[in-house]
């Protein structure tokens, strides 16, 4: 786009208003599936999001929340929060971490990159060390993108190869951890015959072993620091299949909770502690549960936790985790650029916005929301809220977590007067169906449901108008199922959990005293999105959407 024929100015919309406070609010993990038992959100009390769906057909509808929607590579890929927001926020499409890397890898670009030059520099004396979630959930890596990795890497000169595993159990079904490390045993038993000393060094579950978010507990990355880079932990073994075989015939085993272990020789000693000179490659794509780790990795000034010992090392992250900290200042493959969000516009043309949640997902209502972008766009016009998130304890245990605060923060934004944008992002149908308790997640659902009400309530004071929608889904549906929809059982007769997102639809609700009496949702696009939300916010701004956005969700037809 040439820069001089560039204008910020949004086109007014021909029939809508400007001045009206828009309350947008994202229920974090809530799809629409089939009404049953396990479907937490129709099992829960919520006479809100009822009354929306129930109330003015005209108003209410489903978007896709997964797969090529937001960028990922296919319809089998579920969403999730990050990509979700990122088109939520953009109003466009971008090819999303695992395409982006998948693309890399095809093209052989990401070998001519900065990054794996950077690295390939240790590869004639040191040890490349590749760390991640060893697992084909596509959510933060893929297995077959290790393969292709470990094949390129030792293709261009790594005569030293160790693999630090993490086991899921979370994206995918618990106990496939087995499958993932014999098949890449296999692979690595290949390098071997072909004179490469290639070694899986360490292990242990991601929800224990380094995949924290959010700095929630950073002794689950200091388990990992122990066993990735001292070589040290409570549990040894000579080989990684005996080692994952083992831990999960503890009781009450799962493979997200391994405990950490290590690979030894013959005489004990661990097979792949990090060293100086050594190259170190975190090859999720997903950013949020890499950061602690690539914070322990790259900064010398570091006091969460003591390391022991900092090898100089060489460290490249799949992608870059957070632009803002530039965090790891190396990595493979470049990230989307996604300029000219709908944030960004609003807050140019004047549109005084305020954006809450909770730690844990308030990253995703501003972060991700503005293009992957820390910051504001406009400091004078712009607050962002964070209300800290309950730490030390699993999200079952409070449910409600701070939705209530949340709202209470949302309804006191509207009301101030001082806002025409509200936006919010209410966890805890996400977070607590994470943990597969089905109880918990029915009261998490309920107590999102009453924060809708608040915000909602304040909207009707206004004159405002609001719209509820959602980034994934996760807590419609609890079970596994066969291919006919039933759901799984295990070997003792009981149902078998799930804790993933879902590749279900999502919500779209508009309404409040301030909407035009002429506005419904369009019949006349083919499978609307995430992305076609943007579009559709800056109509209720008074404005018109930029012309390469995705196409708005509403008409205005005159009564």
Same mark, same amino acid.
């Given at each position: 786009?040439?820069?001089?024929?560039?204008?910020?100015?949004?086109?007014?919309?021909?029939?809508?208003?400007?001045?009206?406070?828009?309350?947008?609010?994202?229920?974090?993990?809530?799809?629409?599936?089939?009404?049953?038992?396990?479907?937490?959100?129709?099992?829960?009390?919520?006479?809100?999001?009822?009354?929306?769906?129930?109330?003015?057909?005209?108003?209410?509808?489903?978007?896709?929340?997964?797969?090529?929607?937001?960028?990922?590579?296919?319809?089998?890929?579920?969403?999730?929060?990050?990509?979700?927001?990122?088109?939520?926020?953009?109003?466009?499409?971008?090819?999303?971490?695992?395409?982006?890397?998948?693309?890399?890898?095809?093209?052989?670009?990401?070998?001519?990159?900065?990054?794996?030059?950077?690295?390939?520099?240790?590869?004639?004396?040191?040890?490349?060390?590749?760390?991640?979630?060893?697992?084909?959930?596509?959510?933060?890596?893929?297995?077959?993108?290790?393969?292709?990795?470990?094949?390129?890497?030792?293709?261009?000169?790594?005569?030293?190869?160790?693999?630090?595993?993490?086991?899921?159990?979370?994206?995918?079904?618990?106990?496939?951890?087995?499958?993932?490390?014999?098949?890449?045993?296999?692979?690595?038993?290949?390098?071997?015959?072909?004179?490469?000393?290639?070694?899986?060094?360490?292990?242990?579950?991601?929800?224990?072993?380094?995949?924290?978010?959010?700095?929630?507990?950073?002794?689950?990355?200091?388990?990992?620091?122990?066993?990735?880079?001292?070589?040290?932990?409570?549990?040894?073994?000579?080989?990684?299949?005996?080692?994952?075989?083992?831990?999960?015939?503890?009781?009450?085993?799962?493979?997200?909770?391994?405990?950490?272990?290590?690979?030894?020789?013959?005489?004990?000693?661990?097979?792949?502690?990090?060293?100086?000179?050594?190259?170190?490659?975190?090859?999720?794509?997903?950013?949020?549960?890499?950061?602690?780790?690539? =914070? &322990?990795?790259?900064?010398?000034?570091?006091? $969460? *936790? %003591?390391? /022991? +010992? #900092?090898?100089?090392?060489?460290?490249?992250?799949?992608?870059?985790?957070?632009?803002?900290?530039?965090?790891?200042?190396?990595?493979?493959?470049?990230?989307?650029?996604?300029?000219?969000?709908?944030?960004?516009?609003?807050?140019?043309?004047?549109?005084?916005?305020?954006?809450?949640?909770?730690?844990?997902?308030?990253?995703?209502?501003?972060?991700?929301?503005?293009?992957?972008?820390?910051?504001?766009?406009?400091?004078?016009?712009?607050?962002?809220?964070?209300?800290?998130?309950?730490?030390?304890?699993?999200?079952?245990?409070?449910?409600?977590?701070?939705?209530?605060?949340?709202?209470? =923060? &949302?309804?006191?934004?509207?009301?101030?007067? $001082? *806002? %025409?944008? /509200? +936006? #919010?992002?209410?966890?805890?149908?996400?977070?607590?169906?994470?943990?597969?308790?089905?109880?918990?997640?029915?009261?998490?659902?309920?107590?999102?449901?009453?924060?809708?009400?608040?915000?909602?309530?304040?909207?009707?004071?206004?004159?405002?108008?609001?719209?509820?929608?959602?980034?994934?889904?996760?807590?419609?549906?609890?079970?596994?199922?066969?291919?006919?929809?039933?759901?799984?059982?295990?070997?003792?007769?009981?149902?078998?959990?799930?804790?993933?997102?879902?590749?279900?639809?999502?919500?779209?609700?508009?309404?409040?005293?301030?909407?035009?009496?002429?506005?419904?949702?369009?019949?006349?696009?083919?499978?609307?999105?995430?992305?076609?939300?943007?579009?559709?916010?800056?109509?209720?701004?008074?404005?018109?959407?930029?012309?390469?956005?995705?196409?708005?969700?509403?008409?205005?037809?005159?009564?």
């Amino acid at each position: 786009m040439a820069s001089s024929a560039f204008s910020w100015n949004l086109p007014d919309h021909p029939k809508l208003p400007k001045g009206k406070t828009v309350a947008v609010v994202v229920l974090d993990g809530w799809g629409e599936a089939n009404a049953d038992e396990y479907n937490c959100i129709h099992v829960a009390e919520t006479p809100v999001m009822d009354s929306l769906k129930n109330g003015a057909p005209e108003r209410w509808r489903l978007v896709k929340a997964h797969g090529t929607a937001v960028g990922l590579p296919s319809d089998d890929d579920m969403g999730n929060s990050e990509v979700g927001h990122n088109a939520l926020g953009a109003g466009r499409i971008f090819a999303q971490g695992a395409k982006l890397v998948d693309s890399a890898l095809a093209s052989g670009k990401i070998y001519d990159g900065e990054g794996f030059n950077y690295i390939k520099e240790c590869f004639d004396k040191n040890t490349l060390h590749l760390i991640g979630l060893l697992s084909d959930g596509g959510v933060h890596s893929r297995l077959d993108q290790v393969q292709l990795l470990l094949k390129g890497a030792s293709e261009r000169g790594a005569k030293r190869i160790r693999v630090h595993i993490l086991t899921d159990g979370r994206d995918v079904l618990d106990g496939s951890s087995v499958g993932f490390v014999e098949t890449l045993e296999d692979d690595l038993s290949q390098l071997r015959e072909k004179g490469i000393d290639a070694r899986v060094a360490s292990g242990g579950g991601r929800m224990f072993v380094t995949m924290d978010r959010y700095e929630n507990d950073w002794d689950v990355v200091k388990r990992g620091w122990d066993a990735q880079v001292l070589g040290e932990a409570p549990y040894k073994f000579q080989s990684a299949v005996e080692a994952v075989k083992t831990l999960r015939a503890e009781p009450k085993a799962n493979d997200q909770y391994l405990p950490p272990f290590v690979i030894v020789d013959e005489s004990g000693k661990a097979v792949g502690p990090v060293v100086d000179g050594d190259a170190v490659v975190t090859f999720n794509f997903r950013a949020d549960r890499m950061v602690m780790l690539a =914070k &322990a990795l790259e900064y010398a000034d570091f006091d $969460k *936790f %003591d390391r /022991v +010992r #900092v090898p100089k090392i060489r460290y490249a992250g799949m992608l870059q985790y957070d632009g803002e900290l530039k965090l790891p200042s190396h990595y493979l493959v470049s990230p989307p650029e996604i300029e000219r969000t709908s944030g960004e516009y609003l807050v140019k043309n004047g549109i005084r916005t305020f954006a809450c949640s909770e730690t844990v997902k308030f990253g995703h209502v501003t972060f991700f929301w503005n293009g992957n972008r820390s910051g504001y766009f406009d400091e004078t016009k712009e607050e962002y809220v964070e209300v800290p998130s309950d730490s030390g304890i699993t999200f079952n245990v409070k449910p409600n977590m701070k939705a209530l605060e949340i709202a209470e =923060k &949302a309804r006191d934004a509207i009301l101030s007067g $001082k *806002f %025409d944008q /509200v +936006r #919010v992002n209410l966890p805890n149908g996400d977070m607590v169906g994470h943990t597969g308790d089905i109880e918990a997640t029915v009261v998490a659902c309920k107590a999102a449901d009453k924060a809708v009400k608040i915000i909602l309530d304040a909207i009707e004071q206004v004159g405002g108008i609001y719209l509820v929608t959602a980034d994934h889904g996760n807590a419609e549906d609890m079970v596994k199922r066969n291919k006919s929809g039933q759901p799984l059982l295990d070997k003792s007769g009981g149902i078998q959990i799930l804790t993933s997102h879902t590749l279900q639809p999502v919500p779209v609700a508009i309404g409040g005293p301030g909407l035009h009496p002429g506005v419904k949702f369009r019949s006349d696009i083919q499978i609307p999105g995430l992305a076609n939300v943007a579009a559709t916010v800056m109509n209720f701004h008074g404005y018109e959407a930029p012309a390469d956005y995705e196409t708005t969700l509403i008409e205005v037809v005159d009564n």
